[in-house]
């Protein structure tokens, strides 16, 4: 059968680096605040000429260099992100012009921090229907952009960055125990919590984009469940328990969150990604650049077993179970 499997990976990050004690200069925190409740140290802040299609456009550079392709080897671009540079045209549009790809297609996917996964499955679809036989899936926010920086509960949480992945439909035997690739996703929404984590603005109504708004502990307090309810789903549809995975890699949004979601499971914590610490919380991006982390520092390998995972506004959730 064809499965979709990751021949590229790749990540870019803005120029600037903004530390937890640079925020407490101009915020009412502390390093010791926002490490005790996130476990986030620092984060990176999108400058003058950075924008979510540049940052993009470096992440899909640098995964088509990995998977040593061109952008003639491509016919699908899909960008996971919540902040595009424009209304319209999407992100995916302007990504693919600049990458000089008249072919295919590209579009956005808005599902916020879930946006990888969902992109990751969408993919997989395409792939493995036989439609198409390579795409390119970018999860990319600068949500900077639209933070309240008066809202210490909310500004120290996010970062801005973009990671992509290539994956390739390639013939596989059919088992579930040895295939690579995409073996199962589940995706997952409920639009009742919407305003528990939302943007104040939008196109058909104020005409602005607004800033983003959280209720910290409902969100926390769905999140674990949501969190593991998709992860079983997957044990469920392959028959694998949390003792066979290699690696779990988590949407970066909060330690406390990361771990006890892994400790519901009972995924031994030395298998987790944390990257946390280092980007804070780049929604969409948040999966692809852990996993660009993880890979580049040799952990992540050909033939193992790894679980994604993402819980976002709208609420939007789900995983995503692949071998590498």
Not at 285 to 309: C, N
Request: with cysteine; charged share 20%; aromatic share 6%.
């Amino acid at each position: 059968m064809m499965r979709s499997v990751v021949v590229g990976v790749g990540s870019a990050l803005p120029a600037r680096v903004v530390t937890n004690e640079e925020l407490a200069q101009k915020v009412d925190t502390s390093d010791e605040w926002i490490v005790q409740r996130t476990g986030i140290r620092q984060r990176y802040l999108a400058g003058e000429g950075e924008t979510s299609s540049t940052l993009g456009l470096a992440a899909a550079i640098a995964a088509l260099e990995d998977a040593g392709l061109t952008p003639d080897d491509l016919d699908l671009i899909i960008v996971a992100t919540t902040t595009p540079d424009l209304t319209f045209p999407s992100t995916a549009t302007q990504i693919q012009a600049k990458l000089e790809m008249f072919h295919g297609a590209a579009f956005d996917v808005q599902a916020v921090c879930s946006g990888f996964v969902y992109g990751v499955s969408i993919a997989d679809k395409f792939l493995s229907s036989g439609s198409h036989r390579r795409a390119l899936v970018i999860g990319v926010d600068t949500l900077s952009r639209i933070l309240n920086w008066e809202d210490r509960t909310t500004c120290v949480l996010f970062g801005d960055g973009a990671g992509a992945i290539i994956l390739e439909a390639q013939e596989q035997p059919g088992e579930i125990k040895t295939d690579r690739g995409v073996l199962t996703s589940h995706l997952r929404s409920d639009g009742r919590h919407g305003p528990r984590l939302c943007a104040t603005g939008g196109p058909s109504t104020t005409g602005t984009v607004g800033v983003l708004t959280m209720e910290g502990k409902e969100v926390f307090r769905h999140a674990v469940g949501m969190i593991t309810d998709v992860v079983y789903d997957a044990y469920k549809a392959t028959g694998f328990t949390s003792d066979d995975l290699t690696w779990f890699v988590p949407h970066q949004a909060n330690r406390r969150i990361i771990d006890s979601s892994a400790q519901k499971l009972g995924i031994d914590p030395a298998k987790v990604v944390i990257t946390v610490d280092r980007h804070g919380n780049t929604s969409a991006a948040s999966i692809p650049l852990a996993l660009a982390t993880a890979y580049g520092e040799g952990r992540i390998k050909q033939g193992d077993l790894v679980m994604l995972e993402a819980m976002g506004g709208g609420f939007t959730w789900g995983s995503a179970l692949l071998r590498w």
